[in-house]
């Protein structure tokens, strides 16, 4: 039960697939003389289960095409699961129709990206802070939503003055903050960020990464914060999931993982930062590429690049165990004590 | 007589609001087999650089001074014709996105033979033959079957290295690699950086890497140079820049990385953001956003100075190594 109440948002088993066969009359092909109709799917998240927890900022990380981005769309209802289910504060939200699901709206929001395309550029920033709180408090005066909208603008950094210029008018840094805003205007307590800082320069992701920081200070927020970047996980994260083919290769406090990944995968991506040291890279070498999400391998979904895979790897798929560091780890290998 | 040697090279884009410089005072050498990083934000002229090099600047940009000296030839003042059998064959370029560098309806084979008979006689066989063998080089599986493929066919870590492999077609002397891996990911960025540094190394091939990630720079380079807003503001050997930075803004890019500050802590923020380049602030363009900004900031340009083995252009470096010198010399008085 205390789990339970600790736990904000819980995904269970949740699978997403995305047909890219189009529609119907493109579905049908000619097979051996006879008219068959066709499905291929991409497999976006397999049977992940993950909880985020009052108060943290869980990151989840891992390489372009591993899902990261469908769990952050799918958790804010953006994208319906194809099986599995998503509960906030222990209610299921998965399956809640447009109406109902608004009060959930209002406690959690959403981060984008690409402050270049997230921004309406033919509404001012005023009006892209305004809508939502008039949205969400129709009884609002004019006054207390301006006032609204000058304290969130305050907390990002921007002067409320601005409120009448476009989006065109703020460099990257500046529209990221008003996203930022635009986010908070509500009052939310649960933001998904997704790459909030992977379009932005060095210096300007230290002023949205700190803002971003002290916004959850201040405000109790919490994170699910979706990214490719590890360095700022280490940083940023209170724990860390590593996705890898839209499944859970591992689960760990931030400093667990740091210090000790266990999942192979989790090895050769930590191996794989850039870091400031003279020198070569000592980066482990994976074989091969990313399998596609189409046609996914049987098993272990990294068996194919893994150094320690056997032959159990290509036939089991390998579920979560707890780990002696607080954490959680899908491998055969660790499981069996082989490395 | 260094490989490339660019002496005060200005660039400039003459738009409809009017002229604006893009690169100006730009001076750097590069010896044969070095390596040499570029650094810096989006707008520094980064990229801008490493395409004026191959008089690669499409209109309204142009080079409006200096000289860009390859072997003593003059590249800023070469024909176009003269240009071509320079570009590609011996100074090639590798860009950021693969997708965008290769073209979607030609086999990778068609384009490499392309390039290989427009620069030599030789046969379609032979042409073919060297083309594969590069493709073995940058670690492509079964280059006989990859060569008559498209390029959607491959992964964008595939792409990549037959960018890699294309730009290595005529054994360049020099690699401008604009942001190669930076639509790569991590995994794949380090494969591709391993194997740029060997057939570097192994051929003795010149790398200019422009980047703006500061791992990379120190991870691959012997020098570097750091850009803001248009010029070079500390030059010199990477571990010394990467060690012990001396101009603020490059000490506020490396305190700004989330590896540089303890975790869950606020990280050191450089306030504000680079000037666009119609207006560039008078004196030094970081004085806005200088910690240690002074009255001489303001209203007079920075020179350079030395710092161990780096050129710095800062004026509270310079102020305090004249007083460095100063104690230095009363204490040789006394």
């Known amino acids: 039960m205390n789990a339970q109440a600790k736990s904000l948002v819980q995904i269970r088993d949740l699978y997403k697939r995305f047909s890219i066969s189009g529609d119907f009359l493109d579905q049908l092909k000619f097979r051996g003389g006879k008219l068959v109709r066709e499905q291929q799917h991409v497999h976006a998240i397999n049977g992940v289960n993950l909880d985020v927890q009052r108060g943290e900022a869980l990151c989840v990380v891992g390489e372009s095409g591993c899902g990261k981005s469908t769990i952050a769309r799918t958790v804010m209802g953006l994208l319906k699961p194809s099986a599995g289910s998503i509960s906030y504060g222990g209610e299921r939200i998965d399956h809640l129709s447009d109406r109902q699901i608004l009060p959930y709206r209002r406690k959690m929001q959403m981060i984008f990206q690409n402050p270049y395309a997230s921004l309406n550029p033919r509404m001012t920033i005023a009006q892209t802070l305004e809508e939502p709180v008039r949205f969400h408090n129709p009884k609002a005066s004019a006054t207390e939503v301006r006032d609204k909208v000058h304290e969130v603008m305050q907390s990002v950094g921007i002067d409320p003055s601005w409120g009448k210029r476009f989006s065109h008018e703020f460099s990257g840094g500046q529209r990221q903050r008003i996203s930022i805003a635009r986010a908070l205007a509500v009052d939310p307590e649960f933001i998904v960020a997704d790459e909030p800082i992977s379009a932005l320069d060095v210096s300007i992701q230290a002023q949205v990464l700190n803002l971003m920081m002290d916004a959850q200070e201040s405000r109790n927020l919490t994170y699910l914060f979706i990214t490719h970047d590890l360095s700022v996980v280490e940083h940023f994260g209170t724990r860390v999931a590593v996705m890898y083919l839209g499944s859970l290769c591992e689960l760990a406090p931030t400093k667990a993982l740091f210090a000790t990944p266990r999942h192979p995968y989790s090895q050769a991506l930590l191996s794989a930062i850039p870091r400031l040291e003279d020198g070569r890279p000592a980066h482990i070498r994976l074989q091969g590429e990313v399998s596609t999400p189409v046609n996914l391998p049987s098993g272990c979904v990294f068996h194919g690049r893994c150094p320690h895979a056997n032959e159990r790897c290509s036939r089991e798929i390998p579920t979560l165990i707890a780990t002696s560091e607080g954490g959680q780890v899908a491998c055969h290998a660790v499981q069996e004590g082989r490395f | ?68 000296l390859f072997e003593g030839q003059n590249l800023a003042a070469m024909s176009p014709k003269q240009l071509r059998s320079i570009r590609g064959n011996r100074i090639s370029m590798i860009f950021q996105d693969p997708m965008m560098t290769l073209n979607p309806v030609l086999t990778i084979g068609q384009q490499m033979v392309e390039c290989l008979l427009a620069h030599r006689r030789i046969s379609r066989t032979d042409a073919r033959r060297i083309a594969v063998q590069k493709l073995k080089q940058v670690q492509i599986p079964s280059p006989e079957t990859r060569i008559d493929q498209y390029p959607h066919e491959l992964s964008g870590g595939m792409r990549q290295r037959i960018v890699i492999a294309i730009g290595l077609l005529m054994d360049p002397d020099i690699i401008i690699a604009d942001e190669p891996t930076t639509a790569l990911d ?102 806005p956003r200088c910690d240690y900004v002074m009255d001489a900031c303001r209203h007079e340009l920075p020179g350079f100075t030395r710092s161990g083995g780096c050129r710095v252009a800062c004026h509270m470096v310079a102020q305090m190594k004249l007083e460095e010198e100063a104690a230095a010399r009363a204490l040789e008085v006394n």
């Not at chain 2, 409809?16 to 002229?45: C, K, P, W, Y």
């Not at chain 2, 740029?196 to 190394?201: G, H, N, S, T």
């Not at chain 2, 248009?230 to 101009?247: F, L, S, V, Y």
Request: some cysteine.
């Open chain 2, 1 to 68: 007589m260094a490989l490339l040697e660019v002496n005060n090279l200005e660039v400039r884009f003459g738009l409809r609001s009017g002229e604006v410089t893009a690169l100006r005072d730009i001076n750097f050498s590069l010896e044969r087999g070095e390596r040499l990083g570029v650094v810096g934000e989006s707008g520094a002229g980064k990229s801008v650089l490493g395409f004026s090099i191959l008089n690669l600047l499409s209109k309204p940009g142009y080079i409006a001074g200096g000289e860009i």
């Open chain 2, 186 to 287: 991590v995994t794949i960025q380090a494969e591709i950086m391993d194997l740029m540094l060997d057939l570097c190394e192994r051929n003795s091939v010149a790398l200019m890497l422009i980047t703006h990630d500061l791992g990379i720079v120190s991870q691959m380079t012997r020098q570097a140079m750091v850009m803001y807003a248009g010029r070079i503001i500390e030059q010199g050997p990477t571990k010394e820049i990467i060690n012990d930075a001396q101009h603020p803004y490059t000490q506020g890019l490396m305190n700004a990385l989330p590896q540089m500050a303890l975790p869950g802590q606020r990280l050191n923020q450089i306030r504000g953001s680079m000037p666009p380049l119609q207006n560039i602030p008078t004196g030094c363009a970081f004085n």
